[in-house]
């Protein structure tokens, strides 16, 4: 089926997307960050640009705020890079929600993801990918109980 | 956005202003089934809540004749019928595991063993319209496949039944005297059972000799050669639904049901008892030493 059609049935009312996303500025805007009209339209493209390359459909519009929620008091993002970090963050949350085949909740992932974010990763993006890429593998493949900090089961584990 | 293409697919059109409804629906399936842990699912897993939507509102326009329900109304009354059909299939089940034929082969005993996975197995909730197990033994008539979920589960159970029911008419000696004619190898093929009963049957019901002796000698063979030597198929046709009426008096079984899938096999066959005539029969009627 087509992810067009699928589309459809998305939680796709924009405008009412983009004033949530507005009015969280409220309570982001004490860490300094904020984002303007213009970049929450790119915001929310990007973000349904991404769901359509993760091939997934989003039916509760609550990715954004909660990744907005969970990483505005990092001490490793700023202003000019808030936008930007956003899109990422929501890039790197599809393609790992995928990776570790909805074993991992919203919102154990979102939580994974800032905690090491603002300490392992020490705000690099890439160091972020990386750790999500353990993690995942490690619940794909063994343990899935949880955070296990990159650590995966050596094969005699198995025994 | 307007696309009505998802609801194409032998699936009647919902009208524009129920798409909201649809949307809903399966807005509430996906939260109920990631039990609000997630906000998004895979696409696939979306094609497969929607196409259990659907499947359960088709059942449930069948029972709500009314043009202006609306969709919800159609969904709720669909999952009534869906549990209903499982109940249903339940005790199908329970009456076929004490019906078995006196002979069964590895095919219909694998699939039997799946068949009584079916009611732990299916999703009625969220995927209804799939059948999450492996059917492998093959009826005489196959369930078409537009049936799905439990429709085609309820209808394969009433068609296996039905054939059973002369199977079970005979001795176990005679059957396997009569499969082992049909296939030294009957126990370990993919063959279907009932066939070569209802074949040799229903060619002495044709010839109006004892259906209970079952066997197919070379005079009978001769005898069938002249019954179809008319060359107008329908003659054959009717003289076939005959057969098939008078094998049941015989066999004293009172069943429209049976007899119209009887009649059914039959018409199907007709090609293939045409075509063998040449040939004495090989293949389409068996001969064992009794």
Known sequence: MEYKSLELFSSGNLSSQKKVLLKLNQQTSRYGLSLSEKDIT??????TETLKKARRIDFAGEILPKLIYAFCDSPYISDDEYLDTLIE????F????????????????????????NSNCLGNLRNLADTLEEYCHSIRYGDSSGDNDGDYLEEDDYE | MNDN???????????????????????????????????????????????????????????????????????KSGQKIVARLLESAKGMLFRLSHFH???TNRSYRDTFSELEKFPRQYDMRFFPHQIPISIDYQLSLPVSESLQGISFFCEYLRRLSLENALCRCFSFGKLKRLLTAYSSDYDDLLVNLFDPIFQ????????????????????????????????????????????????LIELGIDSPALESYYA?????????????????????????SD
């Open chain 2, 264 to 288: 059914e096999i039959a018409s199907e066959m007709l090609p293939r008892i045409s075509s063998s005539v040449d040939t004495s029969f090989q293949g389409v009627f068996y001969t064992f």
């Open chain 2, 101 to 103: 034929p006196p002979i």
């Open chain 1, 42 to 47: 790119e915001l929310v493209t990007k973000h």
């Open chain 1, 89 to 92: 963050l929501t890039e790197l």
């Open chain 1, 94 to 117: 599809y393609h790992y929600k995928n990776e570790c085949m909805e074993i991992l909740s919203d919102d154990e992932l979102v939580g994974f993801m800032a905690d090491k974010f």
């Open chain 2, 200 to 247: 040799n049957t229903l060619a002495l019901s044709l010839l109006k000799k004892e259906v209970r002796g079952l066997n197919i000698s070379g005079s009978d063979r001769a005898a069938l050669a002249a019954l179809f030597s008319e060359r107008i198929s329908t003659d054959r046709k009717n003289k076939l639904h005959r057969a098939v009426t008078r094998l």
């Open chain 2, 5 to 75: 293409s998802l609801l194409h697919s032998g699936y009647p059109e919902i009208p524009e202003e129920q798409i909201r409804s649809l949307q809903n629906i399966l807005i509430r399936q996906a939260k109920l089934y990631t039990m609000g842990d997630s906000s998004s699912l895979p696409i696939e897993l979306m094609e497969e809540l929607l196409l259990g939507i659907r499947f359960t509102i088709d059942l449930g326009r069948s029972e709500l004749k009314s043009p202006s329900a609306d969709i919800g109304s159609i969904y």
